[in-house]
């Protein structure tokens, strides 16, 4: 009885090649000519492939066809690969045994602290990840460092509506609200932890119980945009925009990113006086944070901003979005790199709906589309990935939902749209409880062009990149994936950045170098820290 399959190892195209399995001899004989080498000598030969041989070459065929499956080891980079591996196969191991927990397949923020302690999580965290491709601005920074700092700065002013704490910074506070000096309330407080309680709930995904308190996406997309609202003024005024985004970028610095592209709304700065000022001076703000930090640390390659205000708007509006998005780019060229929109994809308007006016942007305007971030298979939302490759996105943010489109991941390869995957962020937003259901598990299966970013991790308790990969690395690829994948991964955050040419070129002869000591110190002993 033939069969066929597409077996044959060293081609990478579509080809086929029939089978004939003889179920007496449990023997199976390639048939068909194929031009590939392997073919080419199996069929020259003649031989009947024993089945265990070509079991071996179909497993090998599925590892070179992985994300990052087709680089060679360099120097040093098999020994360190074992020192990884044997650190990986030893905690999915143990949870495979039942002895221990595998943590991709729970809750992020119950497990915070026990990924910190794994040796793989140390080991990515000293690895140079290149950059984050997929971070919004007021999500970037640790919530320790809101509550921690920026609660405790002068005239900040608090107030509670409807059960709720609002914040503002004020020389003298307006009337809107009975508006109380934080510290002066602290003071006064006899257990001052208590209000610090109430903020960290104000501004923080994390609970004991997220299945239970967020029931649904919808439920978790609601407390999501509530710390937005939180946030917003606190973070808003200057001086300390300047200092939360500085914040941000100096974690992710230490966790070995060097490069970042974050979205904004361009949220309106403003002064202790209420002056208020416009998106072009939030850019400049940014402008000017970006040359502080690498004047600081030169080796940090960049900062760049995608403008990505609210989906939620309607076209009268969105002809506004347009308006302010040339404006910055005729202001900031190379620096405003580029469009999104942004919001719970299910609640606001597709793509679709702004599609006639999307199309008319000048095409130097690059796209950064959210799409895909939805369960709802075949819904509008669900659509948005049609829209996002027929208006040629540059990437795709999430794409959580592309392995139900066959067609739009054949173009996604084709025309190399990278794929932005937040692993925490959807297991926080809802879509995947356990990781090793998550979709891009597919993806990385077939070296489809991704990136690991972290969406908000200010959010949900985590910090800068690291935990992203090691749910990607642990959870989402093969137990087989190795040091390559990883490397892949950094590789791709520089070939589908923003960056332009001379840029990206200069980014990854500093990253080359940055690895070659990330293997080294690895190799000598100088990154684990054993138990
Ligand atoms: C996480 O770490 C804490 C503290 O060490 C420990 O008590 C808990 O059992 C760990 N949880 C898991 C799921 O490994
Ligand atoms: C407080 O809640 C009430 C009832 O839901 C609502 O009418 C009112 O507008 C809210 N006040 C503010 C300041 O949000
Ligand atoms: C989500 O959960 C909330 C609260 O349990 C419920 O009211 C709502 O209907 C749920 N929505 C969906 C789409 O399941
Ligand atoms: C807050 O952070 C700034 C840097 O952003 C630092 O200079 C300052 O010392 C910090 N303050 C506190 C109270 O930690
Ligand atoms: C408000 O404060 C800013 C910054 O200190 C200052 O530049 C501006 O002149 C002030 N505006 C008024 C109306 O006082
Ligand atoms: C569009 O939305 C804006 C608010 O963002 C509102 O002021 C305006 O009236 C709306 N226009 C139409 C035509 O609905
Ligand atoms: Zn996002």
């Known amino acids: 009885m033939p069969i066929s399959a597409s077996i044959c190892p060293l081609l990478h195209s ?311 998005l040339k404006e910055a780019i005729r202001n900031y060229p190379g620096f405003v790199i580029g469009f999104d929109l942004v919001g719970e994809e299910d609640a606001g308007h597709p793509l679709s709906y702004f599609a006639d006016k999307l199309r008319t942007f000048h095409s130097d305007i690059k796209f950064f589309f959210h799409a895909g971030e939805t369960n709802w298979y075949g819904t509008s939302t669900d659509n948005n990935l049609l829209d996002a490759v027929l208006l040629n996105t540059k990437r795709i943010g999430h794409g959580f939902a592309l392995t139900k489109h066959p067609r739009v991941l054949d173009i996604v390869k084709k025309r190399k749209i990278a794929i932005e995957v937040n692993p925490i962020s959807n297991q926080v937003l809802r879509l995947v409880t356990d990781l090793r259901n998550h979709p891009a598990s597919a993806l990385f299966a077939e070296n489809v062009p991704v990136v690991v970013s972290n969406d908000d991790p200010g959010t949900w308790s985590a910090r800068a990149l690291s935990y992203d990969f090691y749910e990607a690395f642990m959870g989402i690829m093969s137990a087989n994936a190795d040091l390559r994948s990883l490397k892949q991964l950094a590789l791709n955050s520089i070939v589908f950045s923003g960056m332009d040419y001379t840029e990206r070129a200069r980014a990854l002869t500093l990253w080359k170098k940055k690895w070659a000591n990330f293997i080294g110190d690895l190799v000598a002993g100088n990154t684990v820290i054993c138990a």
């Open 14 to 324: 579509y080809t086929y090649i029939v089978i004939e399995q003889s179920f007496h001899e449990r023997k199976m004989k390639v048939l068909s000519t194929e031009i590939s080498f392997l073919c080419m000598l199996l069929t020259a030969t003649a031989q009947p492939i024993m089945y265990w041989e070509l079991r071996g070459l179909l497993l090998a065929d599925e590892q070179r066809t992985n994300l990052g499956g087709s680089l060679n080891f360099e120097i040093g980079e098999r020994a360190a690969n074992d020192i990884l591996m044997s650190a990986k196969q030893k905690e999915i191991n143990e949870a495979f045994a039942e002895l221990t927990t595998f943590l991709p397949a729970r809750n992020f923020m119950n497990l915070v602290e026990n990924i910190t302690e794994s040796e793989v999580f140390k080991i990515i965290e000293k690895m140079p990840k290149g950059g984050v491709l997929h971070c919004h601005d007021t999500g970037m920074t640790s919530e320790d460092y809101i509550l921690k700092n920026i609660t405790y700065r002068d005239n900040l002013y608090v107030c509670e509506i409807n059960g709720s704490l609002s914040f503002r910074f004020f020389d003298s506070p307006n009337d809107h609200c009975n508006w109380e000096l934080l510290s002066a309330l602290r003071e006064k407080m006899i257990h001052a932890e208590n209000i610090d309680r109430r903020i960290h709930q104000q501004i923080s995904m994390k609970v004991d119980n997220p299945e239970d308190v967020y029931a649904n996406s919808s439920v978790a997309w609601l407390k999501f945009q509530s710390i937005f609202a939180t946030n917003n003024p606190l973070l808003t005024y200057r001086p300390i925009f300047f200092d939360y985004v500085y914040q941000g970028l100096q974690e992710l610095y230490d966790d070995n990113v060097f490069y970042v592209e974050l979205r904004t709304t361009l949220p309106h700065l403003y002064e202790l006086n209420g002056t208020e000022y416009g998106p072009l001076e939030t850019i400049r703000a940014y402008k000017e944070i970006a040359d502080r930090f690498i004047a600081d640390h030169p080796d940090f390659i960049g900062l760049k901003v995608i403008y990505a205000p609210p989906r939620f708007v309607n076209l009268t509006r969105f002809d506004e979005y347009g308006r302010i």
